[in-house]
């Protein structure tokens, strides 16, 4: 129900009657700016604000005769304003309806994504909290290294995903940009006080310099930071992928009553949720690339990008929005198993401790490559005897002239490893 519930929201900033109103209010603020200055008369004004309105169907009727958009929209308004309407749109051009408001409709789908990251924040820094102390193995190129917890594994994803809102509130600023500069950003039909006006009422700023359109690195830097947001949002999935292995499963997906995972196979448990951001990763940075492709545009515009961002403003968003939600529910509810996780941390029955070892035996005098050398040679033979590391460190003569076994048995103890896990939580959960 909350994923529903988001998309209809994030959805509904893309309906035709949203996205005309918003060009109705701007075509209704640049006549009172004009009226401010004396080029429409205040009769003229009252009677536009009046009567001005849309039908969406006339729109749509028109544009199959005009194919223009802008036309239909600026034609189906006249008809409902009479005489008066030779004020609207005077000395404006299609771009300076369209892109202003854009940057207004792109601003309401980034206000949602912010929530939707707070909402995550929230729940990443709960988790890490509860899980802080769960001891569990860290792995690099897929093999153990050295205990972690998982609390500090979520704390990493918590600041990520911090970061990924502050770009995010960045992006909603470098799209904040309006523009009435008419046909190639001249001013020459229309006054610079007009997109002064009209932007301030919006809560947008005037670009300091446009040409037919805004400049569409800004978008750019918009739809790629979504991209960036979903990269880790599979990150993520593909952690807890990974962790559901039937040969890890240290974490897993809840399983709804009545679920099933295959129709062949009764017993199967997939991580359905997280393979779906993995794929839908995919399509947000595949719109990021379109976006990129729209920055060089010919002189002082093509419309080689409109049709480019009809499509992905509203997947990007629609689909960001979603997958924040579904990740939030797949957390809220993830099946943690701390007793897999020390289970899997002893199955290299000590193995995982041989730095402290190879530290120790330099700090008591030995050279780096022959304290690896003893290390090594001892893991080898556990490797493959699948025998315990700490007896072979305990056995070997030449390891026990340097160490006693009380200083082997701290070095094979997880609490070692965790000990500044406080610290590491006071730096990321700090006020900011």
Partial sequence: ???????????????????????????????????????????????????????????????????????????????????????????????????????????????????????????????????????????????????????????????????NLLRVERAREAIGYGKISGAVGTFAHVSPAVEEYVCGKLGLKPAPISNQIISRDRHAEFFTTLAVVASSLEKFAVEIRHLQRTEVLEAEEFFEEGQKGSSAMPHKRNPIASENLTGLSRMLRSNALASLENVPLWHERDISHSSVERIIAPDSTILLDYMLNRFTNLLAKLLVYPENMLNNLKKTKGLIYSQGILLELAKKGLSRDEAYRLVQKNAMQSWKESSDFKQAILADPQIREVLEEGEVEKIFAPAYHTRHIDRIFERVFKEQ
């Fill in 1 to 163: 129900m909350i994923e529903r519930y988001t998309r209809e929201k994030m959805g509904r900033i893309w309906e035709d009657k949203n996205k005309f109103s918003k060009w109705l209010r701007i075509e209704i603020l640049a006549c009172e700016a004009m009226a401010r200055q004396g080029e429409i008369p205040e009769k003229s004004l009252n009677n536009i604000k009046k009567k001005a309105g849309f039908d969406i169907e006339r729109i749509k009727e028109i544009e199959k005769v005009t194919r223009h958009d802008v036309v239909a929209f600026v034609s189906a308004v006249s008809e409902k304003v009479g005489e008066d309407s030779r004020y609207i749109h005077m000395g404006l051009t299609s771009s300076d309806i369209l892109d202003t408001g854009f940057a207004l409709l792109l601003k309401e789908a980034a206000d949602l994504i912010i929530e939707d990251l707070h909402g995550l924040l929230s729940l990443l820094k709960d988790k890490s909290y509860q899980y802080k102390d769960t001891i569990m193995i860290g792995r690099s190129h897929g093999i153990h290294a050295e205990p972690i917890t998982f609390g500090l594994k979520l704390a990493l994803w918590y600041d990520e995903t911090r970061r």
